[in-house]
């Protein structure tokens, strides 16, 4: 008999100010269904290296850590850094999103998973977005 198993998934959104002191976040055009052709930001499913924190939990945070090297080539230098700002939790569906600030706006090397990456104030947001990447924006907005 299959058992149905929960997703547990999470992502990261990497910001900076502007010059002019605007939010700027990075994106990444996703090259590969599901999604291909939109716009989102580095995130995916729990994997067994991820490990569960010591109560037992699904780490949510080392799954955006991983998720953010292999699909943009972005280190998390701080981890304490990370910031919770948006949580999705459905019958058999648990994604988290984080937020991490850096000095500046880093280009990441070329990875397959996005075909091109773009930084972008929170008013210039290319299209079409990935279905729930307004409501992280919204969230980060709030919260920075």
């Known amino acids: 008999m299959n058992r149905l198993r929960t997703y547990h998934g999470a992502g990261i959104i990497f910001w900076t100010h502007t010059e ?35 109560g037992g939990m ?13 699909e943009m080539g972005m280190k998390v230098s701080d981890p304490s850094a990370l910031r919770l700002i948006w ?25 397959s998973e996005f075909s091109e990456y773009r930084w972008c104030t929170l008013d210039s947001l290319p299209k079409p977005l990935v279905a729930f990447v307004p409501s992280q924006i919204r969230a980060l907005k709030r919260k920075t």
């Open 20 to 54: 002019k002191g605007e939010v700027s976040i990075l994106l990444g055009k996703r090259s590969m269904n599901p999604q291909n052709r939109r716009w989102s930001f580095p995130g995916g499913g729990w994997d067994e290296q991820d490990g569960y924190t010591p």
């Open 87 to 111: 949580s999705l939790t459905l019958p058999f569906f648990r994604y988290k999103v984080y937020s991490y600030h850096l000095e500046g706006m880093v280009n990441p090397p070329y990875i």
């Open 58 to 70: 699904i780490s949510y945070q080392r799954t955006a850590m991983r998720e953010s090297i292999e």
